[in-house]
């Protein structure tokens, strides 16, 4: 049997022993779909941003500009990210988050949104609905709520739903978990108000488009944009020495996207890395020991969610300027390529919104 053969043979086994479980598991998760009443937050417009699969598709860079594009057109208007602080030790009890908080306590992705947009209200908590409840400070109906990774929060009802596909992997295998990366099968789809394909480019423009070319019935009718992910250097610590070495170091969903947005900003030069789990909690020893034998011709590259975690390591920082290794983070613009069409979606919901209510 060749090696080909065998891998395939391999792949079937595995698809009779993992079959059941994956069927199980959209069973259950239909289960709890059908017994969750959705409730509602008031005087408030709640927009869900989700992804259908695992890993990362670029929700942090996608909700900071749906805040930046809506604050242009209701600069009036309060905005709140409400998210549930995954792995944070304060996502039981809740937390209203301030920028000077604890990564550990209110989680990174909250703690990056507030450090961008001091002026957002941002609420962590595993029960969103009860932490909204205690924690919002907004009164006035002239309010917004992004509910972060909330596609599959069944418990709060929106307004309007987004769900982000990357242009890379859309729907993976097409199965859902363990067999996939599926968190529900194809047909949540028909629950978005919108689909924002991420990270599309001209290397993966052919299979979206035959994606697109292939949905049918209700799929069709779903109205679907494209954006752009553009990396930027942004330098948190710079050494006078020649930059002659690069080291990579990120704990994210998806760290291939960001090697890829490492080179596509370096150009050929060869980049060291060392990846962690997603939302990892950076120690003082973790990079103490990866820069114990870098030179000082080297620059660390982080992202922003990693930064927020490695800005508070106090001693390697002071090491790492002692060593005369240079800092830079990896941030990304997100640039949507129908933005007028997908402004005249959202703008046109949260405006009959005010109508209706009453707020001009």
Same mark, same amino acid.
């Given at each position: 049997?060749?090696?080909?053969?065998?891998?395939?043979?391999?792949?079937? %086994?595995?698809?009779?022993?993992?079959?059941?479980?994956?069927?199980? *598991?959209?069973?259950?998760?239909?289960?709890?779909?059908?017994? $969750?009443?959705?409730?509602?937050?008031?005087?408030? *417009?709640?927009?869900?941003?989700?992804?259908?699969?695992?890993?990362? $598709?670029?929700?942090?860079?996608?909700?900071?500009?749906?805040?930046?594009?809506?604050?242009?057109?209701?600069?009036?208007?309060?905005?709140? %990210?409400?998210?549930?602080?995954?792995?944070?030790?304060?996502?039981?009890?809740?937390?209203?988050?301030?920028?000077? =908080?604890?990564?550990?306590?209110?989680?990174?992705?909250?703690?990056?949104?507030?450090?961008?947009?001091?002026?957002?209200?941002?609420?962590?908590?595993?029960?969103?609905?009860?932490?909204?409840?205690?924690?919002?400070?907004?009164?006035?109906?002239?309010?917004?709520?992004?509910?972060?990774?909330?596609?599959?929060?069944?418990?709060?009802?929106?307004?309007?739903?987004?769900?982000?596909?990357?242009?890379?992997?859309?729907?993976?295998?097409?199965?859902?978990?363990?067999?996939?990366?599926?968190?529900?099968?194809?047909?949540?789809?028909?629950?978005?108000?919108?689909?924002?394909?991420?990270?599309?480019?001209?290397?993966?423009?052919?299979?979206?488009?035959?994606?697109?070319?292939?949905?049918?019935?209700?799929?069709?009718?779903?109205?679907? *944009?494209?954006?752009?992910?553009?990396?930027?250097?942004? =330098?948190?610590?710079?050494?006078?020495?020649?930059?002659?070495?690069?080291?990579?170091?990120?704990?994210?969903?998806?760290?291939?996207?960001?090697?890829?947005?490492?080179?596509?900003?370096?150009?050929?030069?060869?980049?060291?890395?060392? *990846?962690?789990?997603?939302?990892?909690?950076?120690?003082?020893?973790?990079?103490?020991?990866?820069? =114990?034998?870098?030179?000082?011709?080297? =620059?660390?590259?982080?992202?922003?969610?990693?930064?927020?975690?490695?800005? %508070?390591?106090?001693?390697?920082?002071?090491?790492?300027? !002692?060593?005369?290794?240079?800092?830079?983070?990896?941030?990304?613009?997100?640039?949507?390529? !129908?933005?007028?069409?997908?402004?005249?979606?959202?703008?046109?919901?949260?405006?009959?919104?005010?109508?209706?209510?009453?707020?001009?």
């Amino acid at each position: 049997m060749g090696l080909k053969s065998f891998l395939s043979f391999s792949f079937k %086994i595995l698809l009779w022993v993992l079959s059941p479980l994956s069927f199980l *598991y959209q069973v259950l998760f239909w289960i709890d779909r059908r017994r $969750t009443k959705p409730r509602k937050l008031t005087n408030c *417009y709640v927009i869900s941003v989700g992804n259908l699969t695992v890993g990362g $598709t670029g929700k942090t860079p996608f909700v900071q500009f749906l805040i930046r594009d809506l604050k242009n057109h209701f600069p009036d208007f309060h905005f709140t %990210i409400l998210s549930r602080g995954y792995k944070a030790r304060l996502s039981l009890q809740g937390a209203l988050v301030e920028s000077n =908080a604890s990564p550990m306590d209110v989680g990174d992705e909250p703690l990056l949104h507030k450090q961008t947009f001091p002026d957002v209200q941002v609420i962590i908590g595993s029960d969103r609905f009860q932490s909204y409840q205690t924690f919002n400070q907004y009164k006035s109906s002239k309010h917004v709520v992004i509910l972060d990774d909330g596609f599959q929060h069944h418990k709060l009802y929106r307004d309007f739903e987004i769900v982000l596909l990357d242009a890379n992997h859309l729907l993976g295998n097409g199965f859902t978990l363990p067999l996939g990366s599926l968190r529900e099968t194809r047909q949540a789809l028909l629950r978005a108000h919108a689909v924002v394909f991420t990270k599309w480019n001209e290397e993966n423009a052919e299979k979206v488009d035959k994606f697109e070319s292939n949905l049918d019935g209700d799929f069709k009718r779903i109205p679907r *944009y494209h954006s752009k992910f553009t990396p930027e250097l942004d =330098a948190k610590q710079e050494s006078a020495d020649m930059i002659r070495s690069y080291f990579l170091v990120t704990g994210v969903g998806n760290p291939e996207s960001v090697m890829k947005s490492a080179k596509q900003l370096l150009g050929s030069k060869v980049i060291a890395y060392k *990846y962690f789990s997603d939302h990892y909690s950076f120690q003082e020893k973790d990079m103490h020991a990866i820069i =114990a034998d870098l030179p000082s011709s080297t =620059a660390l590259l982080l992202t922003e969610k990693d930064w927020v975690k490695v800005s %508070i390591l106090t001693n390697f920082l002071n090491e790492a300027k !002692e060593k005369r290794i240079s800092i830079f983070l990896i941030k990304i613009k997100l640039e949507m390529e !129908e933005l007028q069409q997908f402004n005249d979606v959202i703008v046109s919901r949260v405006s009959s919104y005010v109508k209706e209510n009453a707020l001009d």
